[in-house]
Each structure stands twice: as structure tokens, then as C-alpha cells.
């Protein structure tokens, strides 16, 4: 069955990882080198968001405590609060659904400031992933290019990426140098949390809601093309990264959790070919799990 998954990442280009189970059945699953560890990009968002709310629960944080932030210590970015002008001050769950809906990096890295790397180690830890690790987030990743590139900007750091014509630079890719897990703990970590076994029902609620707000359609839902299949997900995009985690629910209630991590061969920043092959690869999936 991995043959036909294999052969549409191999018609776009790319490596790609995949893990697919489905929340009814656990023990039916679809697998393209699904312990591969892979840097997360912007799907580190997910295991922050869980451990945010877990830290909700427990009263270590106030879901509408506000925060303030300025433009002038921002994290950089292409959406959310990182183009804005000027100071906003909004509630921490509100920072949570602007970083999980269209992947804001300045709510990103101001919730891992109040989470805390190792307070957030702990959490995922005691999620059971054991192969997945947040070790830094947007602005702090952004640094390390930077530094690999010797470029002061960033947006000139992530150029270099862009460049088909020049060599990456060292270790950029590897999952040792940062935020990075496997598709296999990411399903594991949907399925529990659409179970309810991680969280507070408030706070499982507000996880499933805000992820299926994600406007991002590019990706996975791209191979459902029908208003009755809903995707809840979170995308990550890195250079020549371009993944997606996220549950897919069919029109009579059933339910699967799609990890699907790809490599592309190219840095191009535009790479619809691989966008559409994360989607058709996840129905794919699906269709053999139904």
C-alpha cells in the first residue's frame, strides 16, 4: 500500500514522511517512514498549543491574561501580528488562535516565552512523545540562519534557501539543530487529544475549534475537495520543508490523523506541486484506511 504513496512523492519531487491512523481503529495505520524525525517548522505550533493548554489547566496560566506586544520586539513573518504596525495587546488565547489559524510567529514565539522550552519538554514528555522536541521557535530559528548564512537579515538569510543555485548551508536540514519530531507522534498526539486524554473538555474543545479554523487550504485539504470533509490541521514551512499535521473527518463522522512531512528537492518559495502532493498523499492514506 506504501506504493502508491511513495510514487506521488516521487511524481512532485520530494522525500516525504507520513503516518495516518484512524481514531476509531488505532491499530489501522498507513506508514512512509513514520519514525523518521523531520524539523518541525511551523507544526511545532501544535505541541506548543497542547502544552499552552495544559498549562491552563493546571492554573499556571490565565487564558485572557493580555500581553502586549511591540512591533520593535515582534518576531518577523508573512502573517498575523509579525505585519502589523504597532503594539497590540490581546489575551493569551487569542495569541493561540492567531499563531494556530494563519501560523502567526510573533504569537508563536510570545506563548513559547510563557510556556518555557523546558517547561514544555516536560509536558510532551508526559504526552508520551518520544520523538518530538521544541528546542527553539520562529525568531530563534531565523537567528540560527543567519548565522549558518553569515547574513544579518533574515529575509536575505532566507533567501539563501530560495537559491536553486546555491548550496544549502550546513546542517540546516538536520533534525538534531532544532524543533523537530516524528509522523507518528504527531498522530499520536491528535488522537489523543481529539480522545480528550490530554486535556480539560473546555480545552480539548477550544484545540479541535481552533484548528479547524486554519485558513490555510493548500495542503492536505486540497486532496478533499468536498465541503462535507472537514480538516482540521496545522501546516510548517521551512525553506524546502512543506508539512502538514492534522485530522480529517468524512461526512458520517469518520475520523483519521494525517501527519505528512516532505523535503523538496528545490528551495523555490512557491511550490504548489508539493503543496498538492501533501494533499493527495493524505487521501490516499485515508482512502486505504476507510
Not at 54 to 59: A, I, N, Q, Y
Not at 83 to 99: I, K
Not at 122 to 134: D, P
Not at 253 to 258: D, T
Request: aromatic share 6%; proline share 4%.
Amino acid at each position: 500500500m506504501n506504493a502508491r504513496i511513495k510514487a506521488v512523492f516521487d511524481d512532485a519531487g520530494v522525500r516525504g514522511w507520513l503516518h495516518a491512523v484512524a481514531l476509531e481503529s488505532p491499530a489501522d495505520t498507513v506508514e512512509v517512514d513514520a519514525d523518521g524525525v523531520v524539523p518541525m517548522a511551523s507544526v511545532y505550533k501544535l505541541p506548543l498549543l497542547a502544552g499552552f493548554c495544559r498549562l491552563v489547566d493546571l492554573g499556571e496560566l490565565d487564558p485572557v491574561a493580555r500581553l502586549t506586544l511591540d512591533p520593535a520586539e515582534r518576531t518577523a513573518g508573512p502573517t498575523g501580528l509579525s505585519v502589523l504596525a504597532d503594539p497590540v495587546t490581546m489575551s493569551l488565547r487569542d495569541l493561540a488562535v492567531s499563531m494556530m489559524t494563519v501560523s502567526d510567529n510573533a504569537s508563536a514565539d510570545a506563548l513559547l516565552e510563557l510556556v518555557g522550552l523546558r517547561r514544555l519538554a516536560e509536558l510532551l514528555e508526559s504526552f508520551g512523545l518520544r520523538r518530538t522536541w521544541v528546542r527553539r521557535g520562529t525568531a530563534a530559528n531565523l537567528r540560527d540562519l543567519q548565522r549558518r548564512t553569515g547574513l544579518d537579515d533574515p529575509n536575505a538569510a532566507l533567501a539563501v534557501l530560495a537559491d536553486n543555485d546555491r548550496t544549502d548551508p550546513a546542517g540546516v536540514y538536520e533534525a538534531a539543530n532544532g524543533s523537530a519530531s516524528s509522523p507518528r507522534d504527531m498522530t499520536f498526539l491528535l488522537r489523543r487529544l481529539w480522545a480528550g486524554e490530554l486535556l480539560s473538555a473546555e480545552q480539548t474543545d477550544f484545540v479541535k475549534t481552533t484548528m479547524h479554523r486554519q485558513i490555510f487550504q493548500h495542503r492536505m485539504a486540497s486532496g478533499f475537495p468536498h465541503d462535507g470533509v472537514r480538516v482540521a490541521g496545522k501546516t510548517g514551512t521551512f525553506g524546502a520543508l512543506r508539512h502538514e499535521v492534522g485530522v480529517v473527518t468524512l461526512p458520517g463522522g469518520a475520523a483519521f490523523a494525517v501527519a505528512v512531512y516532505t523535503l523538496a528537492a528545490r528551495g523555490d518559495l512557491r511550490q504548489p506541486r508539493v503543496d498538492a502532493a501533501i494533499g493527495e498523499a493524505a487521501r490516499v492514506a485515508v482512502d486505504l484506511l476507510r
